[in-house]
């Protein structure tokens, strides 16, 4: 038996939300562990047990453990990250923008733009 990590006390809810995501087929798989984890962690399971069922680090367990102290259920999804930067200025985008709307039949010009984005 390993280390004792400190018990999460879940409400019945939070509970039952995490056991949803756990036994949902679709559920994304990075979610999946991050809910065996803090529903581990609230059975009182050791670190190195969790680390050997979950085949996972100590540190992946204390990332999780430690978001989900500090913003509950929230803390569990991934956090919004800012993407590659736009190849084109707001200026070139709109010109280019312009000449798509003149080159394209009719019918498409009141279509979705979102391929429009560059």
Do not use: C
């Not at 956090?79 to 070139?92: F, Q, W």
């Not at 923008?97 to 009141?110: D, M, T």
Request: proline share 3%.
């Amino acid at each position: 038996m390993g280390k004792q990590i400190r018990v999460i006390q879940l409400t019945e809810t939070e509970k039952n939300y995490l056991i949803t995501i756990v036994n949902k087929r679709t559920s994304p798989q990075q979610m999946v562990l991050r809910a065996k984890i803090i529903l581990m962690t609230s059975n009182g399971d050791s670190v190195s047990d969790i680390m050997k069922k979950l085949d996972t680090t100590k540190v992946t367990i204390s990332k999780w453990k430690n978001r989900f102290l500090k913003k509950g259920l929230d803390g569990l999804s991934d956090l919004n990250r800012p993407g590659r930067a736009l190849k084109y200025g707001p200026e070139i985008r709109h010109k280019l923008q312009q000449k798509l709307v003149i080159l394209l039949p009719a019918e498409l010009i009141g279509l979705s733009v979102n391929w429009l984005t560059i």
